[in-house]
């Protein structure tokens, strides 16, 4: 499976972006699909994640302004990104999270947010 991320960019402060990660197969044979995020100089961390069953999982910084959605139909995943701060400025990867455990992961898309 081939996970295809996009729709980063440059934003202002208190601004909004949706990014898309687009599956080349369905999406639905995996445990959850994710989202995580990596600064420069920092680890990589666990932004959100959506199960198969549609429950729906937020680091606490993003808690209340990120949303994690899917549609099954388009093996699409999002993540809407409102109230953007300058912190959440990073590389944003989605990955699949497979049921025997590990994820196959995509590749990444710039977040920018200015002050």
């Known amino acids: 499976v081939q996970l295809q991320a996009s729709g980063g960019g440059l934003v202002q402060a208190g601004g909004s972006l949706r990014l898309s990660c687009a599956a080349s197969g369905s999406i639905l044979e995996f445990a959850a699909m994710r989202w995580f995020r990596q600064a420069p100089g920092k680890q990589r961390e666990f932004v959100a994640d959506?199960?198969?069953?549609?429950?729906?999982h937020y680091a606490d910084s993003v808690k209340g302004r990120f949303t994690i959605s899917r549609d099954s139909s388009k093996n699409t995943v999002y993540l809407q990104m409102n109230t953007l701060k300058p912190e959440d400025t990073a590389v944003y990867y989605c990955?699949?999270?497979?049921?025997?455990?590990?994820?196959?992961w995509g590749q990444g898309t710039q977040v920018t947010v200015s002050s």
């Open positions: 959506i199960t198969s069953g549609d429950i729906a």
């Open positions: 990955a699949a999270l497979l049921v025997r455990g590990g994820h196959y």
